[in-house]
């Protein structure tokens, strides 16, 4: 750890930011008269709001250990590096879809970044039932961008390795997903907790699942060999904040370069987890609820506006130096790169389906939940809204393969649910 680290607190942090010009400017006034407000409900960082009489910023900083568990369990402050990074380079594809950056200070672990407002948390969105029309098109947008444009389909192969390389020290971060993600759900674990005692039955199948154990290995083996591109790690629906009109992907300190299925599916099983929990909040709705049924066609969109994306892009790109186009300029070539590329978002659907499926079970039989699920008070219909989102999960793990298209998955999300 850096001698100048220590954690900050609304008394310090006014004396840190009074000393960045950009920073002090942008608030305006005396560090004085700054309001500060530490806001963070994540797992891992401190997160604070300071207002000045002319603008907002956003600081955020990392701890040396895991927020959630405490000081037993350390954890690189160099995280906050990798966010940075993987920020500045998502800012080079999507600038309209991150928090832009005011400064970083490497010693402090610490990023001072826009404030975002009116946006809110997009679970805490979709808890309270709110709809936002444009999601599905910019979460599209931005994980085609990213995934496509930091891939070497898109770059030489040289800048591939060298992404490789600059994100392979996140390791304590990947380690975490590689425990909590592919790992602790399927074992006896100390961390892993759930509702208890309404699924002691099914965590203790999932344990015993020995087809569905392999299928999650093989998923783990490609996390931790496939390096496709430039993934953000840990895309949930609170690493989304929004309004109807606005969408910015935050906190990407989960970084590296790994499979893109990874965070496609952890959107799409994000989706499904609030929508299973929808039923834990009939009290709004009642038994009709539409809301469920405009989550579930989100999935739909997601797919459908990224995977249309991503070809376009693709399309377009000249610089990769894999499928270098120039291979493939005679009329047979044009057929058959054609049918490449239908093949290879094939085998991404199918990566997005078995990680969603495997993301869903994490959050519910591991340690860190969802608060879709956990607002629900009464345990007994949380647990039966839980029971569902395993059971679609599990199908989606097993039989990744046999769906074609997500219309399936969302067809078979419905019947699941029984409606
Ligand atoms: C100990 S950290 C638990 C989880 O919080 C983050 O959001 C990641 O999803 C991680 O797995
Ligand atoms: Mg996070």
Redesign the pocket.
């Known amino acids: 750890m850096s001698t100048a680290y220590r954690a900050l607190n609304d008394g310090t942090l006014p004396g840190v930011l009074s000393e960045l010009p950009n920073v002090r400017d942008f608030l305006g006034g005396a560090a004085e008269t700054w309001t500060v407000e530490e806001v963070g409900d ?3 960082n401190l997160v604070f709001i300071v207002k000045g009489p002319q603008g907002a910023v956003v600081v955020k900083q990392a701890l040396p250990y ?1 927020r ?2 405490g000081d037993s ?1 350390p954890l690189p402050l160099e995280r906050s590096y990798y966010e940075h990074m993987a920020l500045s380079e998502q800012a080079r594809h999507a600038p309209r879809l991150v928090p832009k950056i005011h400064h970083y200070d490497r010693d402090l672990a610490l990023i001072v970044m826009e404030y975002l407002t009116p946006h809110v948390i997009m679970r805490k969105g979709l808890i309270r039932g709110v709809e936002y029309p444009l999601f599905a098109g910019h979460i599209a947008e931005f994980m085609a961008q990213t995934l496509f444009n930091t891939s070497a389909l898109a770059v030489p192969a040289a800048v591939h390795k060298q992404r490789i390389a600059a994100f392979a020290g996140n390791t304590e971060l990947c380690k ?2 590689e425990d ?2 592919f790992t602790d759900p399927y074992r006896v674990a100390k961390l892993n907790r759930w509702t208890t005692p309404y699924l002691d039955d099914i965590a203790a199948q999932f344990r015993r699942d020995e087809p569905l154990k392999i299928k999650v290995q093989e998923r783990k083996l490609q996390f931790l060999t496939s390096a496709e591109a430039m993934i953000h790690g ?1 895309l ?1 629906t ?2 989304v904040m929004l309004t109807p009109q606005d969408t910015r992907v935050i ?1 990407p300190e ?1 970084a590296f370069v790994g499979p893109m299925g990874f965070d496609v599916g952890a959107v799409i099983g994000n989706l499904l987890i609030a929508y299973y929990a929808q039923a834990g909040h009939e009290e709004r709705f009642g038994q009709r609820n539409p809301y469920r049924h405009w989550i579930l066609l989100q999935t739909e969109n997601v797919w459908r506006l990224f995977s249309r994306r991503f070809l376009e892009l693709w399309d377009k790109s000249r610089s990769g130096d894999a499928y270098m186009p120039e291979l493939f300029t005679e009329p047979e070539g044009a057929v058959a790169f054609a049918a490449e590329k239908q093949r290879f978002m094939r085998k991404l659907l199918t990566d997005t389906i078995s990680f969603a499926g495997i993301k869903m079970i ?1 959050r519910i039989l591991g ?2 939940h969802t608060e879709d699920l956990e607002s629900i008070k009464d345990p007994a219909l949380r647990a039966r809204c839980e029971r569902k989102a395993l059971t679609m999960a599990r199908r989606m793990v097993l039989d990744a393969d046999r769906f074609t298209g997500m219309n399936e998955v969302a067809h078979a999300a419905r019947a699941v649910l029984g409606v």
């Open positions: 994540g797992n891992l895991v959630l568990v369990w975490i997903t909590l993600v840990d949930h609170g690493s906190d989960f994490r340690l860190a």
